[in-house]
């Protein structure tokens, strides 16, 4: 990673919007407070203040901006957007017993699976109030459809995540509901609230949905190809976890006999060995999917960058622009 | 029990809501479906077909036909709010690690907790899709603050059931959460769709309340009393669950030394011996907290009994103010 932290377009966003990310944050820990129920803080505070990225309210504000608004809801709209993520963390190391987020460990391990499901449960209801107020039936129908969204895909990929029939439409749909679906979420309704030109409102969708795929298929891809530093993962997680991502798919896809039987013992059956993980890794390397897996990345991007051609002239635009290419280019 | 099965209130509410309950039955059968992940309908139908009393969305019904709507948005709400219940359900299972829901096997044994958390987001997010179709943000609203104050209950009683501070204002917050607040949002939504005068709107939300008071009172009364035929639970599940509920709040708030040190003992620590629950059955009975708790109970029903006044004169409203009397008569 050549790239200096100050040049990264995630930052530059950052500093653009820092008054109105300032504001957000204050919603937030506002908004999870609960009068009744200390636990309800003291959960969502360990994962809120963790230090992640803000990537998803970020997305929103900058659509904001870009279409002009002048009001306040998109601050609200944008924690509502956060709420929706963290909820769905809590949720998901549940689902998959995770120990470790973010560097630290994780609500449900620190507390317990009831707290990470309750608590869960209590920031989506509280994320569905914020967005009541802002009294846009059309953002509450994107929002809705887009938590519809999320919860397929997470169930779509708890079953299909160990069958080798996965193939890569599946894997698509997977990645629209674990990512996608809250990034396009997040920037149309930026673009809804300030009544932008419909085209402009599709093209914010269309760059926030190109965008997450990009950004997940670069996660997947980042998972065997170490980087272990900027990721906080191990080379190979997925694979030890038999987590059926777009690498092992497009190897799965061209597979021998032998090949096929190979997947089957490790990821179907979960019957790992030492050493499988290098062989693994062998078949990868024997059909190039890690290039093939970069190249749909940098496709995606680059349909994300193409997608924001209606809208109009704007510094936000150029980080935005950049912002796809970064989620790429750490991938060369 | 003596009242022969044709007369119950609950039964005659069905009879004469019946083709708007099949409507509503239809409906949920419909949008439970997920055309990318079969398993959503599987663990949904396992709870759906399992034969509840779909009380909750005969409330909603009722509340609109006593109101004189004319529309169709009740059915959408109708399921909308037994959606909510369902999600609730498949995430308490998880929370209590229940074995049995309805005299069935639970979702969470049938299939993983996995499944249960993410199918009750799942669902979750239907109903809001559902609700947002009504168009009503007055709706939105109620919904989106029922939703928060029961997953804030859920979170309050699994922080307060074992803790012997929990007083009856703190119980009555989490029977509020668990049970009156979507029985309120039910009959309240009823009446807003129908566009009723302010005064039976709130007198619907009233008489959701304080049934659902009344309601949750009763079940966790007869937790202690016996009548295992009719709720298929054993008599002190609660006490061997370590639940503080009211009967043994009310001798908790009574008791010497030596009794609370039992209290502490077996709620608090959860060390329980042989012939904790007779002796615990037994301080109830010292106190006489059994009685108290059914004077509780009744004198709900009758708040819920007293709020139908301002309703119009119907069929409908005389079967509300007859299954709140029900609720309790199960009790003497």
């Known amino acids: 990673m050549n790239i200096p932290m100050a040049t990264k377009p995630h930052d530059r966003l950052a500093a653009a919007l820092a008054g109105e990310m300032a504001a957000v944050d204050k919603l937030i820990r506002t908004r999870m407070q609960s009068e009744n129920a200390p636990r309800i803080p003291e959960v969502t505070a360990h994962l809120v203040e963790a230090g992640g990225k803000r990537l998803r309210p970020m997305l929103t504000l900058a659509a ?70 802002t009294g846009s039936l059309r953002v509450l129908g994107i929002l809705a459809n887009a938590s519809a969204t999320i919860a397929e895909g997470e169930v779509l990929q708890m079953t299909a995540a160990t069958d080798l029939k996965t193939d890569e439409d599946v894997y698509l749909k997977v990645v629209r509901g674990k990512t996608a679906a809250l990034f396009s979420a997040a920037t149309e309704v930026g673009g809804v609230i300030s009544e932008a030109p419909e085209e402009q409102v599709r093209a914010l969708y269309d760059y926030g949905d190109a965008l997450g795929i990009a950004f997940q298929i670069a996660d997947d891809l980042l998972d065997y190809q170490g980087d272990s530093g900027a990721t906080g993962k191990n080379v190979g997680d997925d694979f030890r976890e038999r987590k059926l991502t777009l690498p092992v798919i497009k190897a799965v896809a061209q597979a021998n006999p032998e090949e096929y039987a190979f997947w089957q013992r490790t990821i179907e059956k979960g019957r790992q060995e030492d050493g499988d993980l290098d062989h693994a890794l062998a078949l990868m390397a024997k059909y190039d999917t890690l290039t093939a897996t970069r190249a749909d990345a940098q496709g995606w991007a680059a349909k994300a960058q193409a997608a924001l051609a209606p809208l109009p002239a704007h510094e936000i635009r150029d980080m935005l622009h950049e912002l796809a290419g970064y989620v790429v280019a750490r991938l060369s």
């Open 64 to 133: 904001a901006r870009l279409c002009g608004y002048q009001g306040d809801y998109h601050l609200g709209l944008a924690a509502t957007v956060e709420f929706i993520h963290t909820a769905t963390l809590l949720h998901d190391d549940v689902v998959d017993e995770s120990a470790k987020r973010r560097g630290r460990p994780t609500a449900n391990l620190l507390w317990d699976n009831k707290s990470s499901v309750l608590v869960g449960d209590y920031l989506f209801s509280r994320s569905f109030q914020l967005m009541v107020e």
